[in-house]
């Protein structure tokens, strides 16, 4: 069983300021993904990092993928109040016919006008 | 077009009832996925149907859970002599295809489950 650690768990900060929120495991993935979900909703896919070593932009948002699969930063520059929500990391996994989500407990992101 | 959609958006019960929660995947998409998020959590995987058939069901906690997707569109899931513990929000996804490839999943809203 992977162990996936997300964090910071909470993160409040003031609008325009930077951010940089980490998924770790001592697991090697062949993929991750990052997601964002909001109140009442379901989660939406930000990105998926596949080579270690890469590097995602999404206009404000950067994401990284360790060397060596096993971590992954998402950082966010000059932070609006429209990213409020909950960042999820989620490795892919090959399960029984499928690839399966394993989702990490998430940082719950607040940015305060 | 339409996304995920799941019925009802809330659900509240008594302990020791029967509840069934629905899902109607985007059209076309013959990967159907649950997944429950409970407080504080991420989500997490309960089972997952390719057409008709549950390819793999080795998320369901016990034998209380069980899903069913007869046509391979809509599917519910139902959960017997619910507990307090089962009380989460239940997601549903739905993508593409599925098998060797990886097609992104699309999650619907949700049905917040309460179980008194």
């Known amino acids: 069983t992977q162990l996936l650690e997300q964090s910071p768990q909470f993160l409040s900060i003031q609008e325009g300021e930077n951010l940089t929120v980490y998924c770790n495991s001592s697991s090697v993935f062949s993929s991750l993904q990052w997601y964002r979900q909001e109140p009442g909703e379901g989660p939406v896919l930000l990105v998926t990092?596949?080579?270690?070593?890469e590097v995602k932009k999404l206009k404000r948002l950067t994401f990284q993928f360790g060397d060596a699969r096993k971590d992954s930063s998402l950082h966010i520059t000059a932070a609006q109040p429209g990213d409020t929500g909950l960042y999820l990391c989620?490795?892919?996994?090959?399960?029984?016919?499928?690839?399966?989500?394993?989702f990490g407990k998430g940082t719950k992101l607040s940015v305060i006008p | 077009g339409a996304g995920v959609s799941q019925t009802p958006s809330n659900k509240v019960t008594e302990k020791g009832k029967y509840v069934e929660l629905r899902c109607d995947p985007i059209s076309g998409h013959t990967a159907l996925y649950w997944y429950r998020q409970s407080l504080g959590q991420g989500p997490e995987f309960l089972i997952y149907f390719q057409g008709t058939g549950a390819a793999d069901d080795s998320g369901l906690p016990n034998d209380r859970f069980f899903a069913v997707r007869p046509e391979g569109s809509v599917s519910t899931l139902k959960i017997q002599r619910t507990e307090r513990g089962d009380s989460a929000v239940y997601l549903c996804?739905?993508?593409?295809?599925?098998?060797?490839?990886?097609?992104?999943?699309?999650f619907g809203p949700g049905t917040r489950l309460t179980v008194l």
């Open positions: 996804a739905s993508s593409s295809q599925a098998g060797t490839t990886y097609n992104e999943q699309f």
């Open positions: 989620a490795p892919l996994t090959r399960g029984a016919g499928s690839y399966q989500l394993t």
């Open positions: 990092v596949v080579t270690g070593g």
